[in-house]
Structures are given as C-alpha cells and as structure tokens.
C-alpha cells in the first residue's frame, strides 16, 4: 500500500492536499482505507477529465446521416428459420455469454438493497435477477450448455448482490458460470478542480457509465475467461429491463451470417419528441444521437413510409463479437460531465448539505464505442416483446409500468 509521505506527494502533485486534512483523526483502519483510495486513483487521469469535459462546451462539428436497420417483423419465414438455425449452432456450441449490468442501487424504486434485488413478480416472489436467470436456465435446457453469466457490480452493491446470490443458491444456476466484477469509479469534483470528500477519511467517487464496462472487464480478466470458455459472442444489457431477451439464435444468426460484430435490438420511438437516444452515423460511422443533439427538424423527418427516419431507440440491448470488445477494450472512450448536487465535508470538517448543483460526475457511454465497428446491425423490435424498463417507482418506466408489461408477456 502507498505510503503517507507518497500519497502526499502525488496530492500536491494534483493540487488536491485537503484530502489528507482530517488524515490524523481518523482511526488506523480510516487511514489505510483513504490511503488505498488514493493509491487507487489515477489522479493525472482524473485531472485531464476534468479539463477536457468540464470545460468543453460541445463536441466538433458531425455530419450526422440516418442508418439502415432491420424489422423482425418483416422477414420472410425462410429467413427467420434460416437466421434461427444459424444462431441456435453458435449457442449449442457454447460460443455465447451473457452480461448484465447491475452495479445500481434500488432507491429510486424505494428499495434499500442492489436493484437486481428488487421483487418485480409479485406472484412468484421473482427478483429481477431470478427473472433474468429463468430466461437463461430455459434456453440451458433447450440446448443442453450452461451459458456463462458475467454480472458487473459496483463498490457499493457487490457484496450484497453476492451475498443474494449465495442465500439463493444461485437460483439453480450453476454457480461456476456466474462470474461478479465491479464497475469502476470516478472522484466527483467541484467546479475549481478540487475532489470532493464524502467524510473526512473518504473521497466520494461514483460509477463511470455503462461506457466503464470495457475498461471493468479488462481490468478483471473478464475477455481472458471468455477466450478460455471459446465464447464468440457476448450479449450485453442492464439489470433493470424485465423483458430482455438474453438468448436470441436470430440476432445471432443474423449477426454471422451478414458479418456483423455489432448488434443492437431497436424499437421505434413513440413520437419524435420521446426523450430517447436514437441510432444513426456520425461521420459515416455508426452511433447513437442523444435527443438533445438533433435539431427539431431532424426529430420529426419522416420517410416516403411516414417512419421517423431519426427514430431507432437505443434500449440498452447489444451483442458484441469477441473481437470489437478486444478492440473495443484498448480505446479509451471520452467522459461526458453532469453537473450534480452532492453533500460534502468542507476543509472546516463540516458536513455540507447542497440543495443545488456543485460537483461534476463523469461518465462513458457504451454507445460511444460503437464507431469502432465498421457497422451495427440494428434489429428493430416489438416494444412489448422486448423492454420493459423500471426506472422509477411511480410514472413512466415505473413498477406497475415494468409490473404489467411483464405480466402481459408471460401471460399472468
């Protein structure tokens, strides 16, 4: 572990000396736990972060051009049979894994615990992470593998998601191919450049986006266990969509059969001012445009079918090739800023309550790794066959939304 004389060393390197402030009283363990998160924190990082994204007001300028895709609806029998085949080979050979992103806590949902935990099928007493196994224990049955089941946690919900798992017992799952690794985090920092400290022994750090997911598996080894499991293709998605569907054979067949290493599952969006990512290409690559960086005009441009030509939702529902996620893995992705309100220890030691914004949190998106590949498959699908967010505990992408969707689905 670093020691007191290095770790002030690099604090004063970084200008960020009121970290160590409180350092003589706290307890011997306090001190060894702030000095480890020092030692844990690539401060000449954090500090480039800070002055690339805090103080960037927006991006060069893109020429942003609409994408193809393909509507599940409309393929011919031969294809679906075709496509299906191809994928059921690649999943009963063992070639396909599956990731869930679960490193949330439940409190928007007024759940104490990981959000995984949360009991969505009331009728069954069902978690979102049961659910989530059930889909995967059938398609085992079905095609006699055991697909392996990577789960990135966080900090603060890892040993609780690991603990339910094991008070479960795994769900039936076999536990050998249910494999845990934490996100990675990122110091919050005040608007001079300062991190903020969350008590006097402790710097408050938050999760680094769904985009953190490739620097987390490579710093866990996850691609090398993959590599040794012979695993081609990897399905990533969240914890909190109920309908998700892990195993598809026909967005893998389609994947292999047209050459693609990227696939992502669409649906159309509602209307042209629906408050969603959509896909389309960015300096002839593909991506995803958030709502608010396309014009008005662009939002609501129709083609000769009166389809929203801006209007495939990113519903967080991606298949990956071994080899992009390799590619993937060695390019760093930009950090995007939110200028949130947190509560602090001030250089008194005095706890501060903010009641509006202060501190920036810095995040990647997934999606803004998709420009490696060549091309993206997007598979458009029904919304009631495939997303059923909870987000929030009342409203829209609520629990009764989740709640009855889900039910409708499975017909109870």
């Not at 706290?26 to 736990?33: A, F, H, I, P």
């Not at 017992?169 to 450049?193: A, H, R, S, V, W």
Request: hydrophobic share 35%.
């Amino acid at each position: 572990m670093i020691s007191f004389n290095k770790a002030q060393e690099v604090l004063i390197k970084y200008n960020q000396q009121h970290v160590l402030n409180f350092y003589n009283e706290l307890s011997d363990n306090e001190k060894e736990k702030l000095l480890e998160q020092i030692e844990n924190i690539n401060f000449e990082e954090v500090n480039n972060i800070y002055k690339e994204v805090a103080h960037v007001a927006s991006d060069s300028v893109t020429d942003i051009t609409p994408i193809g895709r393909i509507d599940k609806q409309e393929l011919s029998d031969e294809e679906l049979d075709r496509y299906i085949k191809h994928g059921e080979e690649s999943i009963k050979n063992g070639r396909l894994a599956f990731v869930t992103m679960a490193g949330g806590q439940g409190t928007r949902l007024g759940h104490s615990g990981p959000k995984g935990t949360f009991v969505l099928d009331i009728q069954n007493n069902k978690s979102l992470f049961e659910i989530l196994c059930d889909t995967l224990k059938i398609a085992n049955n079905k095609y006699e593998v055991s697909i392996p089941w990577y789960i990135m946690t966080s900090r603060e919900n890892n040993d609780e998601t690991v603990k339910f798992f094991e008070d479960n017992n795994y769900f039936g799952y076999n536990k050998e191919d249910i494999i845990f690794f934490k996100q990675g985090e990122l110091p919050m920092i005040f608007t001079d450049g300062k991190v903020v400290m969350e008590d006097k022994g402790i710097i408050r750090q938050a999760a680094d986006g769904h985009g953190g997911i490739f620097r987390a598996m490579m710093k866990n080894n996850i691609l090398q266990d993959m590599k040794n499991r012979n695993i081609k293709w990897i399905f990533i998605g969240g914890v909190d969509n109920c309908l998700l569907k892990m195993v598809d054979p026909l967005f893998i067949g389609i994947c292999e059969e047209k050459g693609y290493t990227l696939g992502s599952k669409t649906i159309p969006k509602r209307s042209p001012d629906e408050k969603v990512g959509v896909f389309c290409k960015k300096n002839g690559k593909p991506a995803v445009v958030e709502y608010t960086e396309i014009t008005e005009e662009m939002a609501n441009l129709r083609d000769a079918k009166g389809e929203l030509v801006y209007g495939e939702a990113h519903i967080l529902c991606n298949m990956f090739s071994l080899d992009i996620l390799e590619k993937m893995e060695k390019v760093p992705l930009k950090y995007h800023s939110a200028f949130k309100s947190t509560n602090y220890i001030d250089n008194y030691g005095k706890l501060c309550v903010s009641e509006k914004p202060n501190s920036y949190k810095f995040e990647a998106l997934i999606f803004d790794a998709f420009g490696l590949a060549d091309d993206v498959l997007l598979l458009r699908t029904k919304r009631e066959d495939e997303f059923a967010p909870l987000k929030n505990k009342e409203g829209q992408d609520s629990i009764e939304t989740a709640r009855q969707l889900y039910y409708d689905y499975i017909g109870g």
